[in-house]
């Protein structure tokens, strides 16, 4: 690639997600992108075969893959301009039937691989004067029902990148936190749902719980989110940001209304609730 030329490396790039078309929006803009993914074969072949893209295995739950394409990074460039965290994965279970197990796994891919890749590639980007870009969700500011986990995953990295954006400001690296809304991508239907347990207090709703849209009835396309989130990197934005669909009701719920209100009709708790306190009542 040429010495000029400005680079960024985007997780998750799987075909129809929001990491392909942040992806392309950046290749389209000048710069040289790493586009990577656990399964390189799952990446739109637009990217396979485009000049000012590599394509790179990279599984960021594990210490091994991200050396790796750290090596492959450096024998092409000797900074990085700009790293997109995307990669992630949602979980719907209730708290009383979550797998411990599970529950970490999705904290070592939501979370703590933010955190192993920035510490990886942290010498290219304080070189770079860069920018680290996180990928959360509205779902780390308010609780949606049989989530926890996911929303606790993506708490926890709203905190944390808004910590990192003070800790690497003064040494010259920018991070933005991304506060995401609705996408129109398959993320629904990726949704991981485990099993219930023959014990669980949460069966008669368990069709409520599993009923996922094939897409969020709310989300933006994909490279419009892509196009505010360049927007963002080069305008030189840093901090928290709010962007995807619907996140304007979000934060209006958030600031103004009260939190019963936000559970009974923002949230729509009330159809599982009611089921969930007759089936109690006929136990008891």
Same mark, same amino acid.
């Given at each position: 690639?040429?010495?000029?030329? $400005?680079?960024?490396?985007?997780?998750?790039?799987?075909?129809?997600?929001?990491?392909?078309?942040?992806?392309?929006?950046?290749?389209?803009?000048?710069?040289?992108?790493?586009?990577?993914?656990?399964?390189?074969?799952?990446?739109?072949?637009?990217?396979?075969?485009?000049?000012?893209?590599?394509?790179?295995?990279?599984?960021?739950?594990?210490?091994?893959?991200?050396?790796?394409?750290?090596?492959?990074?450096?024998?092409?460039?000797?900074?990085?301009?700009?790293?997109?965290?995307?990669?992630?994965?949602?979980?719907?279970?209730?708290?009383?039937?979550?797998?411990?197990?599970?529950?970490? $796994?999705?904290?070592?891919?939501?979370?703590?691989?933010?955190?192993?890749?920035?510490?990886?590639?942290?010498?290219?980007?304080?070189?770079?004067?860069?920018?680290?870009?996180?990928?959360?969700?509205?779902?780390?500011?308010?609780?949606?029902?049989?989530?926890?986990?996911?929303?606790?995953?993506?708490?926890?990295?709203?905190?944390?990148?808004?910590?990192?954006?003070?800790?690497?400001?003064?040494?010259?690296?920018?991070?933005?936190?991304?506060?995401?809304?609705?996408?129109?991508?398959?993320?629904?239907?990726?949704?991981?749902?485990?099993?219930?347990?023959?014990?669980?207090?949460?069966?008669?709703?368990?069709?409520?719980?599993?009923?996922?849209?094939?897409?969020?009835?709310?989300?933006?396309?994909?490279?419009?989110?892509?196009?505010?989130?360049?927007?963002?990197?080069?305008?030189?934005?840093?901090?928290?940001?709010?962007?995807?669909?619907?996140?304007?009701?979000?934060?209006?719920?958030?600031?103004?209304?009260?939190?019963?209100?936000?559970?009974?009709?923002?949230?729509?708790?009330?159809?599982?609730?009611?089921?969930?306190?007759?089936?109690?009542?006929?136990?008891?």
């Amino acid at each position: 690639m040429d010495a000029t030329q $400005k680079s960024c490396l985007v997780t998750g790039c799987s075909a129809g997600g929001v990491g392909a078309a942040l992806a392309e929006a950046f290749m389209n803009k000048g710069y040289h992108v790493f586009a990577t993914a656990r399964s390189p074969s799952k990446i739109p072949e637009s990217l396979h075969n485009a000049p000012n893209v590599t394509v790179l295995t990279l599984d960021v739950t594990s210490a091994e893959s991200i050396t790796s394409a750290l090596e492959s990074v450096r024998q092409r460039t000797k900074v990085l301009h700009v790293l997109i965290n995307n990669a992630g994965l949602g979980l719907t279970s209730p708290g009383l039937d979550q797998s411990i197990e599970e529950a970490k $796994k999705l904290f070592d891919l939501n979370f703590f691989s933010v955190l192993a890749m920035m510490q990886a590639f942290s010498t290219m980007l304080v070189e770079a004067n860069g920018c680290v870009v996180n990928n959360s969700s509205v779902g780390g500011t308010i609780p949606f029902a049989f989530s926890s986990i996911y929303n606790a995953t993506k708490a926890a990295l709203i905190q944390a990148s808004e910590t990192w954006h003070l800790e690497m400001a003064p040494l010259g690296v920018r991070v933005i936190t991304l506060i995401t809304g609705g996408i129109a991508t398959n993320f629904f239907a990726n949704l991981q749902t485990l099993a219930f347990p023959e014990h669980s207090y949460y069966l008669s709703v368990k069709d409520i719980i599993e009923d996922k849209p094939e897409q969020n009835p709310y989300g933006v396309e994909p490279p419009v989110f892509a196009q505010e989130v360049l927007h963002l990197v080069v305008k030189g934005a840093t901090g928290k940001h709010w962007v995807g669909g619907g996140v304007r009701v979000a934060r209006t719920a958030l600031w103004l209304l009260p939190q019963s209100f936000v559970d009974r009709v923002v949230l729509n708790l009330k159809p599982f609730s009611q089921r969930l306190e007759e089936e109690h009542k006929k136990r008891v």
